[in-house]
């Protein structure tokens, strides 16, 4: 599936983000990269786009990671040959990223677990079911997410459903408090609300994302990140974002808003 008007905004979003969190001037970049300084601010304005080589040297001279640079290049790579950004050989967690970032509205679907930007470290390390290969550096990339989304102002519309499931897995655990004092501390930010809904909810065993402009210029266009077992992918096509989305409001609206004692879940 075609995902152009995604990427074109991930490519451009994601370049401004890598300049805007180096020390490093334009020149100073141009530099280190081989090109003027012009082309530079052309590549941040968008009137040309960085071929995948270029791109990936600009972002490792900005400080970003080889995975980000190596996603980034990608991205662009398909873009070039027309083909599709949402496949599983890279991870779409980038898009996600900065859609966090910047939408003006998100809302947030988890039937299993707590939604990840809101875990504490403790239920990163021991309440997800699979150990990973890099256990810290995930952890740092959520909790980075959860940093990046607390600090930005005015704070977006965020809305965080998930399903006492996720609650009841706390029960007997040592850090339970903890965890769900942070889910309410969470839920008193400004825009901010999680609900909890119960019962079996037909077509939605698995956790999706909704992001919307609402408003805010530098913001994604409107999609939808799916996550299943065997693949993560973005949605862009209006109806399924409808769909997806009236299917959420529909549990939203029976749902609860946390608060109280997690006794009172669970």
Known sequence: MP??????????????????????????????????????????????????????????????????????????????????????????????ERAEATSGEFWKWEPWYIPGPLQIERYHFEKLPEASANPMQNWQRQHRRFLTIGSRRPLPVMKFLTSTNALRQLSNWEWAERQFNHLLKIDRWPNCEIRIVDGLHQGIDHSFEIFLPAGRAEAAPPFVYVEALDQSRHVEEPEKISLYHDRCKGMWSVGSRIGGHLDDWI
């Open 3 to 96: 995902l152009s008007r995604l990427a074109d905004w991930y490519v451009l979003a994601e370049l401004n983000a890598l300049v805007e969190e180096t020390d490093l001037t334009h020149q100073q970049i141009a530099t280190e990269v081989g090109v003027s300084s012009r082309t530079i601010t052309n590549y941040l304005s968008g009137e040309t786009r960085p071929k995948a080589g270029m791109a990936a040297s600009l972002a490792k001279a900005c400080g970003g990671t080889e995975k980000r640079a190596n996603f980034l290049s990608h991205v662009i790579k398909q873009l070039d040959s027309g083909g599709i950004v949402s496949d599983l050989s890279q991870r779409n967690i980038f898009i996600v």
